[in-house]
């Protein structure tokens, strides 16, 4: 016994993560700066679009003195970006989180280094131009790209390329939000699909890293600041919490298929996909006519939810207006964001059922964070993070119990209603399948002589029917595991014709701590933590 307890460990990690740590550190601090840079190219081009002058002052296009003119701006935008992703990269076309996941589960974390320069440059055109987007999105593919172009130059494994690049796109969300600890659960619910020390460390000192750069680039404090809320009567919030979660969870999934509707629309339009940006440019500019408040990223209109003083005409025009803004401009495959968008809309109907319920004005900032954190959680679905970010950009701590169970809701409600979220949905739409549950291979816990007959000796057993031997290729393995769908083999010495350990899936997709696991590498090579 002591000898296996020498061998085995709880987790597997080796002296490597050092290395990454101090990677990852430096990738902090470069992802800092290229949020800093994205935020200014969005002011820069909205000042450029709108008011036709050369500044990097944070402003909104609703005072823009074009008037009617303003319905050809996001045109001009969508036109821009649609030639860019046809001349340039068609991966800067969507959101940027589902291309991030696809980059790690599809190209080994593999991201062109034009995609770093193309993605910003697109969405603070698309943004600034008035797209109704979130910055979000953008700069987590780019914080991303950034980080797997160093792994790439350092000629890291697959595994750990995979960490850097995570690593780059929760710093790119914590110096957006200065939310460091909901970055960290973002990149373990929705991109690392694991819990190990390898990852998780790295990505940890990423994010703090950018969230402490931050504070020096763009100023301390909490984004959206909210009225000091006193005690609140528990039950009945907590009551109020569940209902409002589940009927944001609703809206949640109305909002997904309404905006993949429109995707739908527009691929059996008669015309080249980089036209499409162009023709969504029409319905932003429609719609900026109707509700100018709707255009570009509208941090304004959340800070106004959360001091409570949203007027109901702000409220209706975001629920009503925004949101076909922001489903049928995203559906026409430009670039932008959707946490923004969602934080405002759920934050909406927030405000509305505190309007409803004539509840005072602290009372309405209140129930705004919890429509914001439940609409994130059930359009993501990732309730853990809306609920650490809601609470990270407002620093109200009150609102951590009510604010749960709306997450916890919407997210039920949204699991039951929607067989994926709006961000993996599009991932199905290209032919592949994403499993969100996480969970521990039983292979991985169970020792292969504790699955012997009590007077069997190695050499006297028989072999299973199907294995692989140690010195076979991880290539051979993976074809035997695709042809027989299985998720893990046997592994057999040659010599002794014993079975030595055993093989799973997620060791040929991400190798081993002591390995680097190509499809021509031999099996006998890969860290044998099961070895009896």
């Avoid at 960490?163 to 780059?168: I, Y």
């Amino acid at each position: 016994m002591k000898a296996e307890s020498s061998v085995l460990r709880d987790f597997t990690v080796d002296r490597r993560v050092w290395l990454l740590s101090g990677v990852a550190l430096i990738i902090g601090i470069g992802a800092t700066f290229l949020a800093v840079v994205l935020l200014k190219l969005i002011a820069v081009a909205t000042n450029l679009f709108y008011y036709h002058r050369l500044s990097s002052l944070s402003i909104t296009p609703a005072g823009s003195p074009l008037g009617y003119w303003m319905v050809i701006v996001p045109v001009v935008g969508g036109l821009l970006v649609g030639c860019m992703a046809r001349f340039g990269s068609d991966k800067i076309r969507g959101h940027g989180i589902p291309e991030a996941i696809e980059a790690i589960l599809l190209n080994r974390a593999r991201v062109d280094p034009k995609i770093a320069i193309l993605k910003p440059i697109s969405a603070a055109i698309a943004i600034g131009s008035g797209g109704p987007f979130g910055a979000e999105g953008p700069i987590i593919m780019t914080g991303g790209a950034f980080g797997s172009l160093i792994a790439q130059w350092i000629k890291l494994t697959d595994a750990e390329r995979t960490t850097l690049l995570v690593a780059g796109a929760a710093a790119g969300m914590s110096a957006t939000f200065d939310t460091p600890v909901a970055a960290i659960l973002l990149a373990v619910e929705l991109l690392l699909f694991e819990l190990r020390p390898r990852s998780l460390v790295p990505v940890a000192i990423a994010s703090a890293t950018a969230a402490i750069l931050r504070g020096y680039l763009l100023g301390p404090g909490p984004l959206f600041p909210m009225p000091t809320i006193g005690g609140v009567d528990r039950i009945p919030i907590a009551a109020g919490a569940l209902l409002l979660g589940a009927v944001i969870g609703l809206f949640a999934a109305g909002m997904s298929r309404m905006m993949y509707g429109f995707e739908d629309m527009f691929e059996r339009l008669p015309l080249h996909w980089m036209w499409w940006p162009a023709l969504g440019g029409i319905g932003v500019g429609i719609g900026g006519l109707i509700f100018p408040h709707g255009l570009g990223v509208g941090y304004d209109n959340i800070a106004k939810l959360v001091r409570g003083d949203a007027p109901l005409e702000l409220i209706f025009g975001i629920i009503l207006v925004k949101s076909l803004m922001w489903a049928f401009s995203l559906g026409s495959g430009t670039s932008g964001g959707v946490l923004a968008p969602l934080l405002m809309i759920g934050g909406a109907v927030g405000a509305l059922a505190a309007h409803i319920g004539r509840a005072p004005v602290e009372m309405q900032a209140f129930w705004a964070l919890i429509g914001m954190g439940s609409m994130l959680s059930g359009s993501l679905g990732v309730p853990l993070t809306a609920t650490l970010f809601s609470l990270e950009v407002t620093h109200c701590l009150p609102a951590m119990m009510p604010l749960t169970l709306g997450c916890v809701a919407s997210y039920l409600v949204t699991a039951l209603l929607m067989p994926r979220s709006i961000l993996t949905e599009k991932l199905s739409r290209r032919g592949y399948h994403l499993t969100r549950e996480y969970g521990i291979d039983p292979l991985e816990i169970v020792i292969v002589k504790d699955l012997m007959s009590p007077g069997d000796s190695p050499s006297s057993s028989p072999l299973p029917e199907v294995f692989v031997y140690a010195d076979g290729t991880c290539r051979s393995a993976a074809e035997l595991m695709a042809t027989e769908a299985l998720a893990s083999l046997p592994v057999v010495d040659r010599k002794t014709g014993r079975i030595s350990g055993n093989i799973t899936l997620q060791d040929l997709l991400k190798g081993r701590s002591k390995a680097v696991v190509r499809e021509n590498e031999r099996l006998s090579l890969i860290n044998r933590s099961n070895i009896s």
